[in-house]
C-alpha cells in the first residue's frame, strides 16, 4: 500500500544521494529537498490511510525528523530512499491509530475508589472474608486443598503440582476446579 516512486521523471534528484548526503554529512540543503519532495506525498498518503488534516501534517514533522535523525540507518542496498521513508510513515501512522485506541492513563486511576485511603470498615470487609476463606478452605477435602494451596499461594502450574504430588495433571485440575466451585458458592458466586 506504499505509494510508487517516481522514478521515470527525468527531473526528480536521486533521492537516494540526497538522503546519503543527510545522513554522511547533516546536509539540510539536501535534507531541505527530501522534505519538499516528500512532504506534500506523505501528507496525501496519511489522509489516505484515513488521517486528518492537522493530524497528517503532526505525521508529517514526525515523519520528516526521523528521518533527518535516522538517515544514518538508511541502505540503498535494502531500500530505495522513497520505500525507506514511507515505511517510515506507515508505521508512525500505525503508532498514532494504537496511541488514539488506547485511553490516556491518569495517576489518580492507579488508585482504587479514585485515590481514596481504605476507611476501616474496608479494612473490617477484608478481614472478614479473609477469616471466611481460611474457614472455606478448611472445610475442603485435604487433596484439594492441598492443589489449591500449591497453584494460589506457592504460585505453581498445574504441571508442578503433578509431578511434586505424583498425581496425574488431569488430578490436579480436577481437584482445583471442584475447590474453586466450592468457594464460588461460599462465596454466593454461584458454580
Same mark, same amino acid.
Given at each position: 500500500m506504499l505509494p510508487k516512486a517516481d522514478s521515470n521523471d527525468?527531473?526528480?534528484p536521486d533521492?537516494?544521494?540526497?538522503?546519503? +548526503?543527510? +545522513?554522511?554529512?547533516?546536509?539540510s540543503t539536501a535534507f531541505r529537498a527530501l522534505f519538499d519532495h516528500f512532504a506534500p506525498r506523505i501528507k496525501a498518503y496519511m489522509r489516505r490511510l484515513g488521517a486528518d488534516s492537522s493530524t497528517a501534517e503532526e505525521l508529517v514533522q514526525d515523519v520528516m525528523m526521523a528521518v533527518w535523525l535516522r538517515a544514518d540507518r538508511f541502505d540503498p542496498a535494502l531500500a530505495s530512499a522513497s520505500t525507506w521513508i514511507y515505511t517510515i510513515a506507515r508505521n508512525r501512522r500505525i503508532d498514532r491509530v494504537?496511541?488514539? $485506541? !488506547?485511553?490516556e492513563l491518569q495517576p489518580d486511576d492507579l488508585m482504587p475508589d479514585g485515590g481514596e485511603e481504605p476507611t476501616p470498615d474496608h479494612h473490617f470487609e477484608a478481614a472478614e472474608t +479473609?477469616? $471466611?476463606? !481460611?474457614?472455606v478452605i478448611?472445610?475442603?477435602?485435604?487433596?484439594? +486443598?492441598?492443589?489449591?494451596?500449591?497453584?494460589?499461594?506457592e504460585d505453581k502450574v498445574h504441571a508442578e503440582i503433578s509431578a511434586e504430588r505424583s498425581i496425574p495433571l488431569g488430578t490436579v485440575k480436577t481437584r482445583l476446579r471442584l475447590a474453586l466451585v466450592r468457594l464460588r458458592r461460599a462465596f454466593g458466586e454461584g458454580a
Open positions: 527525468p527531473t526528480m533521492h537516494e544521494q540526497l538522503l546519503l +548526503a543527510v +545522513a554522511r554529512n547533516r546536509d494504537r496511541q488514539e $485506541r !488506547r485511553p +479473609a477469616f $471466611r476463606l !481460611r474457614a478448611g472445610n475442603l477435602p485435604p487433596e484439594q +486443598a492441598d492443589v489449591l494451596r500449591l497453584a494460589y499461594y
